[in-house]
């Protein structure tokens, strides 16, 4: 499996089940390509977690994923994306076996993004505490559109609700109606919102609900299946060593059969959830 001309699917990575709404973008955009989809659901959340910790844990998802013959990883998750993707392309990837495999995140395609959406060029980046402290949207930000105004806004709340299929309930108003008013007393000039971590489109009725008129929101699903049919497109020698027979296997650090149905809560597909360990 660990050989230079490993073929195989494309490795979606997230803590939980978040990324499925990263995967169902991805799929929609390339479906022809296999899938494994691994969620460490018995570790998450990581948006509480340390640096070193969002580390250790993506490493070990991103070699598991490497042993099942991915030969490229899409980080979907935001927090593993800001405290570990970086760390991994520069320190890890070369010392592997195969050094051609690849790691990518969410950040950058979305940030990359806000150049055709914004024109007050203020932006608001909801994320998890770990996300926000990191400050990888606003670098990221500052790097490719120099003149922007980037404010992070930190939302401890939305995970759990998700997590406790509470996003419809009316209590979910009153933490969603919180922290956008939270976002916009911080900056009232903003016209831009980055809803930077995989679960909160499941909040996104409620989140349009409160937003103020004219206010763009930028989904990472789409984003981030666009933006990987370009860099496949860019990329022929590592297009080539995807196979490509429309499966998906998905894969937890959890119970399989709690997976499969809280997947359905992302997804509208019903999924058959296979157990494995990491660490
Ligand atoms: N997947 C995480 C993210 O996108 C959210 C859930 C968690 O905290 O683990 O940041």
Not at 51 to 76: D, H, K, N
Not at 114 to 141: C, K, N, W
Not at 221 to 232: K, N, P, Q, R, V
Request: proline share 5%.
């Amino acid at each position: 499996m660990d050989d230079k001309s490993s073929t195989g699917a494309i490795g979606v990575f997230d803590s939980g089940y978040g990324g499925l709404t990263v995967l169902e973008g991805i799929r929609a955009a390339l479906p022809h390509y296999d899938y494994i989809y691994l969620g460490d659901n018995a570790r998450a959340p990581y948006g509480v977690r340390s640096f070193g910790i969002v580390y250790r844990f993506t490493l070990e998802a991103v070699q598991y994923l490497f042993s099942m013959g991915c030969p490229l990883v899409i980080l979907g998750c935001n927090t593993a994306s800001a405290k570990a993707l970086r760390s991994i392309q520069q320190n890890d990837l070369p010392l592997m076996s195969d050094p051609s495999r690849r790691v990518l995140g969410v950040i950058r395609p979305t940030v990359e993004k806000l150049g055709q959406i914004s024109r007050s060029g203020h932006i608001g980046v909801f994320g998890t505490p770990g996300t926000v402290a990191s400050h990888s949207y606003d670098m990221e930000i500052s790097k490719l559109y120099p003149d922007f105004t980037a404010t992070g806004h930190a939302c401890p709340m939305w995970v759990p609700l998700v997590e406790n299929r509470e996003s419809m309930s009316d209590g979910a108003d009153y933490f969603v109606k919180q922290e956008i008013d939270r976002l916009f007393a911080d900056d009232p000039l903003i016209d831009t919102v980055i809803l930077g971590c995989t679960h909160y489109p499941l909040l996104l009725d409620k989140i349009r609900k409160y937003l103020p008129a004219g206010v763009s929101l930028v989904l990472q699903g789409e984003i981030t299946g666009a933006s990987l049919a370009d860099y496949l497109r860019r990329h022929p020698e590592m297009e080539c060593r995807i196979t490509r027979n429309a499966s998906c296997r998905y894969l937890t650090t959890e119970s399989a059969s709690r997976f499969s149905e809280m997947a359905s809560v992302f997804l509208s597909t019903q999924v058959d959830a296979e157990h494995i360990t990491l660490g």
